[in-house]
């Protein structure tokens, strides 16, 4: 038992690695545009939302791009309205790398690893980005291969059995899961791997797998409420948007489930590429449903939380 809790602690811990690897290596890339772009795409929220799409799927990480945001609020170059369109955007584009993790690319593991390596022993900057990325990514795969061959073994644990036929059978169940997993570990990438570990091995069902990746919209959330911790008020009102869109977005699609299950299922027979289209499909009609009401939806939070900021 305690040989497969570790070996599942260590890949989950070479899963962010590559994560914060792959991170730095695009940031590095592209930082010095970052902001001014974000900046840029304050003037409408349909600019926010393709803006943060855009740089969500560069940088691989939709909490980066909104901490990013809060900092900007802090610093007053942008308004908590402003801010709506590109935290839609970071919803749609964070789902890249749920697509991203669903290849396959066993025979290119080690070039990926060994070539991104040696680019990083250069001192040219651009090689050297280049070289985190790929050694990044061939972390990242290596985990994967990693939970996917522990799913089967963590399933015979007394513990990991009940939460598993829990979820397969009440889906608010996994939604929860989702939930508390992706506060605790601080990625809801991370937890979409495992979920999509589990489902390659038949051990949890499309809806129940859909349902986790739904908790884990609503886990991420924790990050920015942490980083919005001492900004300014709308600052935290930014935050406060983030957690809002969130659950309301779950709450308006949980009766979807099944149906995107369904059309998830006639595109791919992949139980992990099901799950990663779904991603796209929950977080594209979510984003979309939101935009034209963001007026109404900064004013509603307005009213709740400007008089009573609970951080």
Known sequence: MSQYIASFIVFISIFLFGMAVLR???????????QTWLYRAASTPLRGLITGAVITALLQSSSAVMVITISLIAAKLLTFRQSIGIILGTNIGTTITAELMTLNPDQLVIPLLLSGFILLQVRKQLLFSIGTVLFGLGCIF????????????????????DVIHNTNSNLMYGIGIGTLLTAVIQSSTATTGITMSFINQDLLTLSSAIAILYGANIGTCITLVIASIGSSEEAKLAAYAHVWINIIGV???????GIFGTIASTLTTFPDVQLAHVSILFNVLSSLLFLPVTGLLALSIERIHSKNILI
């Open 142 to 161: 290596v985990a994967m291969h990693g939970l996917e061959a522990l799913a089967i073994p963590l399933s015979t644990l007394s513990f990991i059995k």
């Open 251 to 257: 709450v308006i699609f949980y009766p979807l489930i």
């Open 24 to 34: 730095v290596g695009l940031n590095t890339i592209s930082s010095s545009r970052l």
